[in-house]
């Protein structure tokens, strides 16, 4: 559940630091769920293929890590685009 807060926030951030750089909002917010989303499925996946085991905890755990560097990866790409001159 607090994931979900966390998430909410990020996401409320990511749009603003999109509007700053004169991009539509709502298409980096979509993007910054997919990067998380996509992440968490990824990092679950492969940390259950990597131990050969069902330790949900640990998959859990690593998926939230991996959905984090997702979306900061995307963040980071957004914040090199270059500042809109629109005021």
């Known amino acids: ?3 979900i807060v966390v998430l909410y926030f990020l996401i409320r951030n990511l749009g603003e630091l999109a509007a700053q ?3 539509p909002p ?3 917010k979509i993007n910054g769920i997919f990067a998380w989303v996509g992440g968490e499925f990824l990092g679950f996946f ?3 293929e990597l131990t050969k085991t069902q330790d949900l905890i640990l998959s859990m755990l690593f998926a939230i890590g991996t959905g984090y560097l ?7 790409y957004l914040q ?3 500042d ?4």
Do not use: H, Y
Not at 70 to 76: H, K, N, T, Y
Not at 84 to 87: T, W
């Open 80 to 82: 090199s685009m270059p």
């Open 21 to 23: 750089k004169g991009l």
């Open 46 to 48: 492969v940390i259950l």
């Open 26 to 28: 709502l298409k980096w």
């Open 84 to 87: 809109s001159d629109k005021k």
């Open 1 to 3: 559940m607090i994931e």
């Open 70 to 76: 997702f979306f900061l990866l995307l963040r980071r």
